[in-house]
């Protein structure tokens, strides 16, 4: 399922390499410092995130956060669920319960060009603009404050 969503146009677009990310998420399954979850709408699944502590993760772009920030990655995998409100609707559920869980801080980083994903995590009650050069290109680091 994971590697229909990655060839997916708009994943694939974002993501990457179809291949190169399944082998990057076997590498992550197979570890302990990443959490992984497949997102549901009416028993119907249509998204991937995961999360993980922003100092067990190697981006230069993190270093400079607190201690116990966590960075979410995700991605809708239906193409028919885009547009939808779903993404934002999750992303807001999973960053209150990260909060919830401790975590002090919550980032996300779209790719600068990623004006959907933007606004949906503007949506989900992210904020920011600042911009960071990553191994793909400029990203910008957008915080969970919480408010819409």
Known sequence: MLRRWLETPEVAR???????QEDLLREDMAGTAMTMLIVSHDDRPFAFAQHCDVHDWPEPLYHHLPPETRAIDAMIGEPDMLGQGHGAKFLRALADNMTRDGA??????PAVGNHRARRAYGRAGFEGNARFRTREGTAVIMRFSGRR
């Open 14 to 20: 974002w993501w990457g390499d179809p291949a190169h």
């Open 104 to 109: 002090k801080l919550i980032v996300i980083d």
